[in-house]
């Protein structure tokens, strides 16, 4: 549903008209042919050229006489792609699962740094546990976010690492080596738990869903109360899990 148009800021709509006034007809266009589409001073055009030029939403012709739509909206694009199919692939085999399990099911993916969950399926128990739709949780403390940072890269995940960590619990990762350890166990495992560690009394599995490239598009997560969560469970349902996830991920082209 969309915001009512009151709360619409002046300076954001001019720029998203800029950007749609481009089409297939029009794919350059000049600052004065711009301002005039558009209704706007052409000074004040400019000004917002120009910034939408520095966040690479638009780009220069190669005469540098004209603008046209920037890089930056592919991968804006791929990414609302890679979400819809991921979610549109996941649901019935999550749903199953949460059958299969009895026992909550969430879809997350990475996002600035965090799990954003953008799913949710409900377990049958009276009490049951699940992350929000569109929250996000730290990810060296959620079963959900070691899977996303076992599988960064070298480079981004000492990135990350230089982030400071906060203490949840007394389980709470404490420094950036013990972190590390954990990955590797997760990447060797194919799944990581959290052990209590961003909340007392509850516990979670989670292992990854690739896409055609081998990389990770989300994960999928079980979360429980900590008392229906033991060793001999995680045993049981690790398995059932891992299968899942690999099913979602060779619907979206994965190869192992």
Aim: hydrophobic share 40%; glycine share 4%; proline share 4%.
């Amino acid at each position: 549903m969309a915001d009512e148009p009151d709360y619409n800021v002046r300076a954001v709509e001019r720029a998203l008209q800029i950007l749609k006034s481009f089409d297939d007809r029009h794919p350059e266009r000049g600052v004065t042919e711009i301002a005039e589409v558009v209704g706007l001073h052409k000074a004040t055009a400019h000004r917002i050229l120009s910034t939408l030029v520095n966040y690479g939403f638009i780009e220069r012709s190669a005469d540098g006489l004209k603008y046209r739509l920037g890089v930056q909206l592919i991968d804006l694009g791929f990414k609302v792609t890679r979400r819809m199919d991921l979610r549109r692939e996941a649901m019935p085999h999550i749903s199953k699962l949460a059958l299969m399990v009895n026992e909550a099911v969430d879809l997350s993916i990475w996002d600035q740094s965090q799990a954003l969950y953008i799913e949710m399926i409900q377990s049958q128990h009276a009490l049951t546990i699940s992350a929000s739709v569109g929250q996000r949780l730290p990810a060296y403390c959620t079963a959900s976010g070691k899977v996303f940072l076992a599988h960064l890269t070298d480079e981004d995940l000492s990135h990350y690492l230089e982030l400071p960590i906060k203490i949840f619990t007394k389980n709470t990762v404490k420094n950036p080596e013990e972190l590390r350890k954990q990955l590797l166990a997760v990447k060797e495992n194919g799944y990581a738990v959290d052990n209590e560690e961003f909340e007392y009394g509850v516990k979670a599995i989670a292992a990854p869903i690739f896409n055609h490239q081998n990389r990770v598009a989300g994960v999928v997560s079980i979360p429980s109360p900590a008392n229906r969560l033991s060793q001999d469970r995680i045993n049981e349902v690790a398995p059932i899990l891992i299968q899942t996830t690999k099913e979602i991920s060779v619907h979206l082209g994965w190869v192992k």
